[in-house]
T-cell receptor, first 111, second 112 residues
Framework: TQLLEQSPQFLSIQEGENLTVYCNSS?????LQWYRQEPGEGPVLLVT?????EVKKLKRLTFQFGDARKDSSLHITAAQPGDTGLYLC???????????FGTGTRLKVLA | NAGVTQTPKFRVLKTGQSMTLLCAQD?????MYWYRQDPGMGLRLIHY???????AKGEVPDGYNVSRLKKQNFLLGLESAAPSQTSVYFC???????????FGQGTRLTVV
């Protein structure tokens, strides 16, 4: 059973545009992570959010954890071709060490 | 600074054959995980281990077995490979079960 649903599944935009990727669940997560994966590589951690309502910024990337800790979003401002990749959210529910991944959003930024 | 190393990187198996995937980490991490990645499915947890000598089932454990005889190694076995096990397999480790997972580069397995 996939606990984390991401949308959109695919996104192709022009350089300079803004975008938002969503990660939703019916479960409450003790923490939630965002990863980026490039072809032929394993996922690389971008950020971890742990507090409901928390907002973290990483250069042009803004991550938000929902107040109820059931959802998260990733917003990219002025996307660049280097942002191209597969974005994955992941999280664990309280009391477990089982990190579950979302279905992924494949982003392509065209120059 | 190797991090997490997976071997082999590519493999083709015939249906019914067996094989073992090896994951080795040099970061002294307690927790290790095996995932499979299929198009449109993200990563799905197969098995995981919270320490040497322990293993537990994840979301999709059927058809796989694992062993953690040494802290630095986590082995994933396929006793009788099936075409449905064609996938890219990733190993990951975390220190103390914390949220930052370090991944290997993956093993692309094709079962024909």
């Amino acid at each position: 059973t996939q606990l984390l649903e991401q949308s959109p599944q695919f996104l192709s935009i022009q350089e300079g545009e803004n975008l938002t990727v969503y990660c939703n669940s019916s479960s409450v997560f003790s923490s939630l992570q965002w990863y980026r994966q490039e072809p032929g590589e394993g996922p690389v951690l971008l950020v971890t959010v742990v507090t409901g309502g928390e907002v973290k910024k990483l250069k042009r990337l803004t991550f938000q954890f929902g107040d109820a800790r059931k959802d998260s979003s990733l917003h990219i401002t002025a996307a660049q071709p280097g942002d191209t990749g597969l974005y994955l959210c992941a999280g664990s529910t309280s009391g477990t060490y089982k990190y579950i991944f979302g279905t992924g959003t494949r982003l392509k930024v065209l120059a | 600074n190797a991090g997490v190393t997976q071997t082999p990187k590519f493999r083709v198996l015939k249906t019914g054959q067996s094989m073992t995937l090896l994951c080795a980490q040099d970061m002294n991490h307690e927790y290790m995980y095996w995932y499979r990645q299929d198009p449109g499915m993200g990563l799905r947890l197969i098995h995981y281990s919270v320490g040497e000598g322990t293993t537990a089932k994840g979301e999709v454990p059927d058809g796989y077995n694992v062993s953690r005889l040494k802290k630095q190694n986590f082995l994933l076995g396929l006793e009788s490979a099936a075409p449905s096990q064609t996938s890219v397999y990733f190993c990951a480790s975390t220190p103390g079960g914390g949220p930052e997972a370090f991944f290997g580069q993956g093993t692309r397995l094709t079962v024909v």
